[in-house]
């Protein structure tokens, strides 16, 4: 039995040290395939399991103890492991697979350039989904900035509610930016939740904030563009921004009939 204990020694050593790699490295790369992953961690452990518990059990008392003692350790670890998966990684892994849904539809929405006043159906599953996905997991900033861009999107369904869905646009946006604040998209969901609840001013330092992050997004001059366009004294600057935005991205969709708008306007008689 002496080899037997030595090679289940040995085995569970390895395998113990792969496990607790594996386990760091679950912690850090969190789009991994959880169930998959799940079972290799299983089946390692069962192998090990194998060879450390055989059938005989030994005569000696204090290895009895021993293994014994090892045993309810080893449960424990488990029972640990499969509350940690049921209570916290489960619920994050159902609340990213909800935002990524949502923001494929988002994404698909926009790049197709439709009507959102006629996308009321399809919006109200996009923020129920973002919605879940908050309630899970209260920490992931970019589903608090997916369901800002869903506040803003809903306005144009309930034009009479801007104001209010400004209001809670902002605030998405802002529970995104508590958690990370070098993202240039959360400071433009912000700034954009601001511009619709009238506050132009505090909305145009998010806008610069997000330039500064990320002057080479297309997206950051056309919201840039955008909210100077709202005051009339600005077309000009305005302009100038939806030029340099269709410089980085000729193609870009929204650009397009904004910078038409603002060039339309500037060529009319004071």
Known sequence: M????????????????????????????????????????????ALVTREAWPREEPQDTGAGTARRAT?????????????????????????????RSASEKIDGMVRSGADMSGKRGDLEVIRAQLDAAVELDPSDAQAWCDRAFADSLWAFVDP?????????????????????????????????????????LKAGDCFVRALELAPARPDCW??????????????????????HCLRLDPDFRLAQPLRQRLAARLQQPP
Do not use: N
């Not at 204990?5 to 594996?22: E, K, S, V």
């Not at 640990?80 to 935002?99: K, N």
């Not at 056309?222 to 030029?243: F, G, K, M």
């Open 222 to 243: 056309y919201y840039q563009a955008y909210h100077l366009s709202l005051v009339p004294a600005e077309t000009r600057h305005a302009l100038e921004a939806a030029d």
């Open 71 to 99: 045993r309810a350790a080893s449960l424990c670890a488990a029972a640990s492991v499969l509350g940690f998966t049921i209570l916290w990684v489960i619920p994050r892994y159902r609340a990213d697979e909800l935002r």
């Open 2 to 45: 002496g080899w037997r204990c030595a090679r289940a020694q040995g085995l569970a050593g390895a395998a113990f040290t792969g496990l607790l790699a594996f386990a760091l490295h679950l912690l850090v790369d969190f789009d991994l395939k959880i169930p998959a992953l799940a079972m290799i961690f299983a089946t390692v452990a």
């Open 160 to 200: 009479p509610g801007s104001r209010e869905l400004g209001t809670e646009a902002a605030y998405d946006a802002g529970r995104a930016l508590r958690l990370c604040q070098v993202i240039a998209e959360f400071w433009i969901r912000r700034g954009v939740g601001l511009d619709m609840e009238g506050r132009w």
